[in-house]
């Protein structure tokens, strides 16, 4: 079952990474879901790590990765803010697909979710 991990209370300007596991070779993205706000796309990643995407908010601070020896895909999240507050969650998807990396419809399995608070 996939499962997310690593989020926590930090300041303004920190940093956290995001674990997302057991990935195995599927296709991953990270969403997240601020309170009273509709879930979002945060970034994502082909099975293979050579292909990412991002969102135009998180763009140049958050970093997708992964290690698939590991079978594991990373968020690093940098010069976090206090709009960056949710719950994060990973998905996985199939290698291949038509579907956008970017649509939640790719992904056929969810994690749990791990909150992310940023005070400011």
């Known amino acids: 079952q996939l499962q997310a991990s690593g989020g926590g209370l930090v300041q303004a300007g920190a940093s956290l990474r995001l674990s997302c596991a057991p990935t195995?070779?599927?296709?991953v993205g990270w969403f997240r879901q601020a309170p009273g706000k509709e879930r979002e796309f945060v970034a994502a990643?082909?099975?293979?790590?050579?292909?990412?995407w991002y969102a135009d908010s998180v763009k140049g601070r958050f970093t997708i990765s992964r290690d698939n020896a590991k079978s594991t895909v990373y968020l690093q999240m940098n010069s976090l803010k206090s709009e960056d507050t949710a719950v994060y969650y990973c998905?996985?998807?199939?290698?291949?697909?038509?579907?956008?990396?970017?649509?939640?419809?790719?992904?056929?399995?969810w994690g749990q979710g791990t909150l992310v608070t940023v005070s400011s």
């Open positions: 998905a996985a998807g199939p290698k291949n697909s038509g579907t956008s990396y970017r649509s939640e419809n790719r992904y056929a399995h």
């Open positions: 195995d070779e599927f296709s």
């Open positions: 990643i082909m099975w293979s790590g050579r292909g990412t």
